[in-house]
């Protein structure tokens, strides 16, 4: 059966996500520009019901203050193949996890691509003060029990674990196993769960 989404989950720790938001999302979009087109709309959902906007008319829901059983949605059109690029923004106890979920059609032979996407969001994030770590995989989704970088980086040591790609600071990475480097930037590695497409973790 053929995954309908491919998802890249960023998990930030200890953020105040509201005095972020605008600063990430419009991070996200600039560095990502080949891959995610213009907002179309947004969409809250919670224990308080649930509000769509159009992005034109989207400011005040924009900066809504998420409760740890709200989600905030937002659309955006995409560059490459049919139907819509999604983030998601939760927040939990201080962690806030950012789920970009893309076609998965567009992102099947697109794994170095997908390198590139995780490497830039992890330097970007870095460079704002917050520790991160960035996955990816079809169908992927952080498990609410992830409330900490650590906690994600040994969920992946579970069976079952849809992470295939990860991207996080090198001295997390030494905790990782089964993965290899694929990638890297100047304190962070992208890692590969399979070995034959990567060299191994600490080889020349």
Request: with cysteine; proline share 1%.
């Amino acid at each position: 059966m053929v995954p309908e989404r491919f998802n890249v989950a960023t998990l930030l720790e200890s953020v105040d996500e509201t005095q972020i938001r605008a600063e990430l999302v419009a991070r996200i979009r600039s560095s990502l520009a080949e891959w995610i087109g213009s907002p179309t709309e947004i969409f809250l959902l919670g224990k308080r019901g649930s509000q769509r906007r159009a992005w034109a008319d989207a400011a005040q829901l924009n900066e809504v203050d998420l409760s740890d059983s709200d989600i905030l949605f937002i659309y955006f059109s995409t560059r490459v193949g049919t139907g819509y690029v999604v983030l998601s923004i939760a927040m939990k106890h201080r962690t806030a996890v950012y789920n970009l979920s893309f076609p998965a059609l567009a992102m099947a032979a697109e794994i170095g691509a997908v390198s590139d996407i995780l490497l830039t969001l992890y330097q970007g994030i870095s460079t704002m003060n917050i520790r991160c770590v960035v996955a990816a995989g079809a169908e992927l989704e952080i498990d609410a029990t992830c409330r900490s970088v650590e906690d994600l980086i040994l969920s992946t040591r579970e069976v079952g674990s849809l992470v295939r790609l990860l991207c996080c600071d090198k001295r997390d990475a030494e905790r990782l196993d089964g993965f290899a480097v694929i990638g890297e930037c100047a304190d962070g590695l992208v890692l590969d769960r399979d070995r034959r497409a990567a060299r191994a973790l600490g080889a020349d």
